[in-house]
């Protein structure tokens, strides 16, 4: 795809961890997940997952194995405050901040339900009061 005025996809293809990047983490993490420290590796294989999110950086040090429950719990997470700051950037994209200059807050406000009553309380049907007439 063409990169045209800073818009286009920009997304590097993921890349794992070596199979030998992967046995020094479970040693050094003595084959437990490194959020819960319970050793669940024995029939469901360990996750691998990159620390600081960036899935292209493949340092030994950047990975971690956590147990299936973890990573998607972490995953998830990462997901939903991804997902907020998509929607600020795409409510204010100029990171203009609040433009009500001191005049309220700028949101619409509700409006008042009136009342449904038979005229039994003096008013008319445009809701004014008894005028004397």
């Not at 001191?102 to 406000?109: I, Q, S, V």
Request: glycine share 10%; proline share 4%.
């Amino acid at each position: 795809m063409i990169k045209l005025f800073g818009f286009g996809n920009e997304k590097k293809p993921r890349r794992n961890f070596s199979k030998s990047q992967k046995d020094k983490n479970l040693a050094r993490q003595n084959n437990k997940c490194a959020k819960c420290k319970k050793s669940k590796f024995g029939s469901t294989p360990a996750h691998f997952d990159h620390k600081d999110g960036n899935r292209n950086n493949n340092d030994t040090s950047n990975g971690q194995a956590l147990c299936p429950n973890c990573h998607a719990g972490k995953s998830n997470k990462e997901t939903t405050v991804r997902a907020k700051k998509q929607k600020k950037e795409r409510e204010d994209p100029f990171g203009l901040g609040d433009l009500s200059f001191g005049f309220g807050d700028n949101t619409p406000k509700k409006r008042k339900k009136k009342k449904k009553s038979g005229n039994n309380n003096n008013t008319d049907e445009f809701g004014y009061g008894d005028l004397g007439y």
